[in-house]
């Protein structure tokens, strides 16, 4: 699977931050496109995986996914080892796009009713396993 760049729509982004912002999302998902193995995209953040398969990256493609990536750095660095998955903010430079490394967590196929209540709490109940097999959430930058 790949990210067609082509088809995106980077307008939104150009009007909130200007064309070399613009660019630069871009630019990195160029490289990302040719680097790594690309995951999936949700509303606001592209997602690729680290060829070890143990962390992802998040490049935000909308406004929203740029406060998303701050919002989930902040919220796990108040809470580490809880129920939200590990998660670092870095400045992709020359512009500084910050993209989010985080854990890579097996989404569950489990239903709402096997899950535990605090899964109600997260957006979509976007949760998975961690590494060591346990219930983590992955998309919380809304919390
Ligand atoms: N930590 C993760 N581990 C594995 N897959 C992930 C992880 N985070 C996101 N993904 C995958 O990437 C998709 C988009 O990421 P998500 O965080 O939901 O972005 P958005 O905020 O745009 O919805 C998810 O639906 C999921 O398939
Ligand atoms: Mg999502």
Redesign the pocket.
Known sequence: MNLILQDMDFRELEYSYGPTVAQAVLNTLTLFNQRFKF???????A?YTTSSGKY?M?VPVTSE?FT?NQRESRIYKSYPNSIY?RAHLHHILPVGIPVLF??????TIKTLNELPSWVMSIDGA?V?LDQNGNLKA??Y?DQ
């Not at 985080?102 to 989404?107: F, L, N, V, Y």
């Open positions: 995951l999936g995209i949700g509303r606001n953040r997602v992802v998040k996914g998303d998955a985080m854990e890579h967590i097996q989404p976007q998975g992955y998309d930058g």
